[in-house]
């Protein structure tokens, strides 16, 4: 078992930026990639960065690269979505999540079916 937890969420206004951040306790040394996900009102969850364990390669949406950056500590078990130049339609709930599943082609790690522990979520309200 993998136990993530988020936190950094908030109110920012358009433009802004925010700092999410993804602590991981448990089984860790298990993990093989952590992932964020977001889901707005009415929308469907959907994929926004990961990041492998090992060698530390990075898959982004398209709607957030360039603009969101993922890194990831592994001595302290962490995992960090730094937020820039943020839009209202970035408003959503942030779900950390991790996989002791590896894989060659990085398009499983952008699928929520991947992943089989989750944080409980932050918030994240861009204003107009």
């Known amino acids: 078992q993998v136990q993530p937890v988020e936190s950094g969420g908030g109110l920012v206004q358009t433009g802004g930026s925010l700092r999410l951040s993804c602590a991981s306790s448990g089984r860790t040394f298990t993990t093989a990639a952590m992932g964020w996900f977001r889901q707005a009102p009415g929308k469907e969850r959907e994929f926004v960065a990961a990041i492998t364990r090992s060698g530390h390669t990075t898959y982004y949406a398209d709607s957030v690269k360039g603009r969101f950056t993922i890194s990831g500590d592994n001595d302290k078990n962490a995992v960090y979505l730094q937020m820039n130049s943020l839009s209202p339609e970035d408003t959503a709930v942030y779900y950390c999540?991790?996989?002791?599943?590896?894989?060659?082609?990085?398009?499983?790690?952008?699928?929520?079916?991947?992943?089989?522990?989750w944080g409980q979520g932050t918030q994240v309200t861009v204003s107009s």
């Open positions: 999540a991790a996989t002791t599943l590896t894989y060659r082609i990085g398009a499983y790690y952008q699928a929520s079916r991947t992943y089989q522990y």
